[in-house]
């Protein structure tokens, strides 16, 4: 059962780890679900089996690109119930790195997470502190976000951005009584990983990966990285200098 957390907010929860989170919270205590994603059928059916746990399900069509849009869902959410938790979930892959896609990346990996925490700041700064379990945010970036990967540029630039801004936001908003983890998961079963073509070591299915967040989040833990060899040794490439990992990564198995 949840402790700390009962009206919460998660973005891209149509699939991959957002779903998977929402049945998570749904299973373990939550109220309030408020739900977000593109697509209608996927949205559904998640509402449809959260709704089976006794959570009641908010779902939203919504692109997290679109800056008015997004504030203006998070302030209504908040006027339903008072938000604990909100989960900056929604991404997107690259794919073939070209001009659009690259900006898709962006917009929507970096800008789609901006848009999502920044009107959630505003409405924990509003809330008298005395009334609230718990103010947090989690923004969800990956493994990829460690180091610049010649596999995928565009994402694992994007990831690193949000990535390095939650982690600068903990301490800011601490202040504020606003915790703040950042999640960067390994490979875990999306429709992400599903478009993958390259090896995927250590590889999660989304229940699990949703469980290790949650329980992390729940605990307040800033940085939450997962499976640990599949960090350590992201992080170990990261700290490499740049030619031994450039020969590392050369002889490293490609996307086809």
Not at 203 to 226: H, M
Not at 235 to 255: A, C, E, M, T
Request: overall charge positive; hydrophobic content about 40%.
């Amino acid at each position: 059962m949840l402790t700390n957390a009962e009206n919460i907010l998660i973005t891209g929860a149509s699939s991959g780890i957002g779903r998977a989170l929402a049945i998570y919270y749904a299973q373990n205590g939550a109220k309030n679900l408020f739900i977000c994603g593109r697509n209608f059928e996927r949205l559904s059916a998640v509402q449809n089996e959260c709704t089976t746990y006794g959570a009641s399900v908010y779902p939203c069509i919504l692109d997290v690109t679109d800056r008015q849009a997004v504030k203006e869902w998070i302030f209504n959410c908040e006027q339903v119930a008072p938000l604990n938790l909100v989960i900056a979930n929604a991404g997107v892959a690259t794919l073939q790195e070209t001009p659009e896609h690259i900006y898709n990346t962006f917009e929507t990996n970096i800008f789609g997470v901006v848009n999502t925490v920044l009107p959630s700041i505003e409405v924990y700064r509003q809330r008298d502190n005395k009334a609230d379990k718990r103010k947090a945010i989690a923004i969800i970036s990956s493994i990829a976000g460690y180091h610049g990967m010649p596999s995928c540029p565009s994402y694992s630039a994007s990831k690193a951005c949000v990535k390095a801004w939650g982690e600068g936001l903990r301490g800011d908003l601490k202040g504020d009584k606003i915790k703040v983890s950042v999640v960067c998961p390994g490979f875990v079963r999306s429709g992400i990983t599903d478009k993958n073509t390259c090896p995927m070591p250590f590889f999660l299915e989304s229940d699990k990966a949703a469980a290790i967040i949650a329980q992390r989040i729940d605990k307040n833990v800033g940085l939450i990285a997962f499976p640990w060899p599949t960090r350590f040794f992201a992080w170990f490439g990261s700290i490499l200098p740049n030619r031994i990992s450039q020969f590392v990564y050369d002889r490293l198995p490609h996307k086809v």
